[in-house]
């Protein structure tokens, strides 16, 4: 009896031996293929680079474009504050309907494109491009008016140079 139960303790051991080995093996996958995923993401970020193409161009979803002029506008000011960003991210989570984690995404990729712009004039101007011809008039409105309630999370209402840019955008998305 105690040498079956010696048997059966070795190939228990030899089991669990095999079994952690593949679950170091699957491990070891994942990481791999993290490490393609970042690769090849840096691989995108330098063709861009290369090619002089600007994030901004590269935009394809009209939520990101509204999202990233309202990241311009909580930006002007200075640097984000925490209620702009949750402002930011309740506004595109409202007004698009979206789930909370891909609102917060499309913040978050609206922030990036903003950090990538040195002139943010500039960024809302191409932005605008994107707008104008992906938006209805009644969602263009809509548009200047989560611009303006993000911008005026901070208190005082719109500073003097967020009036100026907001009436700059509304003309360039009529």
Known sequence: MHILLGVMAILGGIAFFIWRIRATAEAAKDIVEAADDIRAAAR???????TKINPLDTIEDSRVAAAAVMA???RMDGDYT??????IKDEC??????SEKEAVEIAGQSRWLMEQSANLD?????????LRRD????????LLSMVTRVASVEG???SELQEQSL???SRQIA
């Open 82 to 87: 925490q209620e702009q960003l949750v402002a």
């Open 122 to 130: 500039e960024a809302i101007r191409r932005l605008s491009r994107i």
């Open 72 to 74: 311009a506008f909580a």
């Open 135 to 142: 938006l209805e008039t009644g969602e263009k409105k809509q």
């Open 44 to 50: 995108r970020f330098g063709h861009n680079r290369k």
């Open 167 to 169: 009436s700059q955008l």
């Open 93 to 98: 989570q409202s007004v698009f309907g979206t």
């Open 156 to 158: 005082d209402g719109l």
